[in-house]
């Protein structure tokens, strides 16, 4: 969004306002909760909203929507709660929110205290009315297709965003290729295909996820309410954000580029990735383990990477449904230690080299090409098998 002086002053109140809320009804309900251990429901709360908003000419300023949105978000804290006490577990009790830790409002219903695209008949801009802020303008850098049905405005640093949910979004069926492809998800980079093409650069990614981490070690060294320490949240948060955003851009494009080029897509399910792919430690003899590089895969760096696949993948499975393409997960154990070309599989680790060399058949590639090839190999064997049956 790109919200004028005054509007970002509005959007700020917004913020603060809906917080208050949030934090009122979360002390009524710990108060319940500690004088007679009785659960205050979400609709005892909302029937109290006409009269917060008669009495409180600050409350009434902005949507009785996005205030019911905002009560439901703390009944949904208190669900979660109360679930893991079932579960015999001993959770935290939903916190108060403080400044800084409330910075989305959503508004559930287009239409209703806030309206997508309100100014339809200017010729350039985009706008965004939202009760008590006005119409917002927005720089709108996709289009949006659907209906919408929710908005939310967020706030990231200094920066405000909208975003959409959006219903009965039409599919766009993209012709068939005639061409399947394999994905290995790998760490040295993100994403190999059978067909030999590297995709996404992770050293982007790493180079913006170091600044965060020395943004971070700044920010502890601040002394508490100064306002330097002010000024350091903001950093971090600005570029929590950014990577973030990277991180998207980066999962739309390699999707997008595999969904207009192949038929199928086959890839490793995550879940179970994350297991085999790390190197069993060895033992070194001498009671303690060799080196091996499950350490270099662990930390930030990897974490990082997980959470990009993640991304990427949801993305994926949302292109490919749209499209009408075929997606695959596949358990990927021994797709790199097994040769691609005469099925041989090595029994040692192969998560050392970046080239794949068969001890049996001589057959050499790169390791990361090898493993998609055998993904893409899974993948179709399970959908023979599937038809088959
Ligand atoms: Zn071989």
Redesign the pocket.
Same mark, same amino acid.
């Given at each position: 969004m790109r919200p004028t002086a005054h509007q970002r002053i509005a959007l700020t109140a917004c913020l603060d306002d809906h917080r208050a809320l949030y934090n009122a009804a979360l002390e009524e309900r710990r108060e319940a909760y500690r004088r007679s251990k009785v659960s205050i429901r979400y609709g005892d709360q909302s029937a109290q909203l006409k009269e917060i908003r008669a009495d409180d000419p600050d409350q009434a300023r902005w949507s009785f929507s996005s205030q019911q949105a905002t009560l439901r978000r703390l009944d949904k804290a208190f669900r979660a709660f109360f679930g893991r006490v079932k579960a015999g577990r001993t959770p935290g009790f939903p916190r108060l929110k403080g400044r800084g830790w409330f910075d989305t409002v959503e508004w559930p219903k287009d239409g209703d205290g806030c309206r997508w695209n309100s100014q339809p008949e200017h010729p350039s801009a985009t706008f965004v009315r939202l009760q008590g802020a006005g119409h917002v303008r927005v720089h709108r850098h996709r289009p949006v297709r659907g209906r919408v049905k929710t908005i939310s405005v967020k706030r990231e640093g200094s920066r405000w965003f909208v975003v959409l949910s959006c219903d009965d979004v039409p599919a766009e069926i993209l012709p068939a290729t005639g061409a399947v492809v394999g994905v290995d998800m790998g760490v040295a980079s993100f994403l190999t295909t059978s067909d030999g093409e590297q995709v996404g650069n992770p050293r982007h990614l790493a180079a913006s996820a170091g600044k965060p981490a020395t943004a971070q070690r700044d920010l502890a060294r601040k002394k508490r309410g100064s306002t330097r320490r002010r000024k350091a949240v903001a950093r971090v948060a600005a570029l929590h954000g950014k990577v973030r955003r990277q991180r998207l851009d980066g999962a739309h494009k390699a999707a997008n580029a595999l969904i207009r080029d192949y038929d199928m897509i086959v890839h490793e399910d995550l879940r179970i990735t994350n297991m085999t792919k790390s190197p069993a430690p060895k033992p070194d003899g001498e009671g303690g383990f060799l080196p091996n590089r499950a350490a270099a895969k662990a930390g930030l760096n990897k974490s990082i990477l997980d959470a990009g696949w993640g991304v990427f993948l949801t993305v994926l499975a949302h292109k490919a449904e749209s499209a009408g393409r075929e997606l695959i997960a596949v358990n990927p154990a021994g797709t790199s230690r097994t040769?691609a070309?005469?099925g @041989?599989c090595a029994k040692d680790d192969r998560l050392t080299q970046a080239s794949f060399v068969?001890t049996?058949?001589g @057959?050499a590639a790169h390791a990361d090409v090898n493993a998609a090839v055998n993904i893409l190999r899974a993948g179709l064997a399970l959908r023979q098998a599937a038809q088959a049956a």
């Amino acid at each position: 969004m790109r919200p004028t002086a005054h509007q970002r002053i509005a959007l700020t109140a917004c913020l603060d306002d809906h917080r208050a809320l949030y934090n009122a009804a979360l002390e009524e309900r710990r108060e319940a909760y500690r004088r007679s251990k009785v659960s205050i429901r979400y609709g005892d709360q909302s029937a109290q909203l006409k009269e917060i908003r008669a009495d409180d000419p600050d409350q009434a300023r902005w949507s009785f929507s996005s205030q019911q949105a905002t009560l439901r978000r703390l009944d949904k804290a208190f669900r979660a709660f109360f679930g893991r006490v079932k579960a015999g577990r001993t959770p935290g009790f939903p916190r108060l929110k403080g400044r800084g830790w409330f910075d989305t409002v959503e508004w559930p219903k287009d239409g209703d205290g806030c309206r997508w695209n309100s100014q339809p008949e200017h010729p350039s801009a985009t706008f965004v009315r939202l009760q008590g802020a006005g119409h917002v303008r927005v720089h709108r850098h996709r289009p949006v297709r659907g209906r919408v049905k929710t908005i939310s405005v967020k706030r990231e640093g200094s920066r405000w965003f909208v975003v959409l949910s959006c219903d009965d979004v039409p599919a766009e069926i993209l012709p068939a290729t005639g061409a399947v492809v394999g994905v290995d998800m790998g760490v040295a980079s993100f994403l190999t295909t059978s067909d030999g093409e590297q995709v996404g650069n992770p050293r982007h990614l790493a180079a913006s996820a170091g600044k965060p981490a020395t943004a971070q070690r700044d920010l502890a060294r601040k002394k508490r309410g100064s306002t330097r320490r002010r000024k350091a949240v903001a950093r971090v948060a600005a570029l929590h954000g950014k990577v973030r955003r990277q991180r998207l851009d980066g999962a739309h494009k390699a999707a997008n580029a595999l969904i207009r080029d192949y038929d199928m897509i086959v890839h490793e399910d995550l879940r179970i990735t994350n297991m085999t792919k790390s190197p069993a430690p060895k033992p070194d003899g001498e009671g303690g383990f060799l080196p091996n590089r499950a350490a270099a895969k662990a930390g930030l760096n990897k974490s990082i990477l997980d959470a990009g696949w993640g991304v990427f993948l949801t993305v994926l499975a949302h292109k490919a449904e749209s499209a009408g393409r075929e997606l695959i997960a596949v358990n990927p154990a021994g797709t790199s230690r097994t040769c691609a070309r005469c099925g @041989h599989c090595a029994k040692d680790d192969r998560l050392t080299q970046a080239s794949f060399v068969c001890t049996a058949c001589g @057959h050499a590639a790169h390791a990361d090409v090898n493993a998609a090839v055998n993904i893409l190999r899974a993948g179709l064997a399970l959908r023979q098998a599937a038809q088959a049956a």
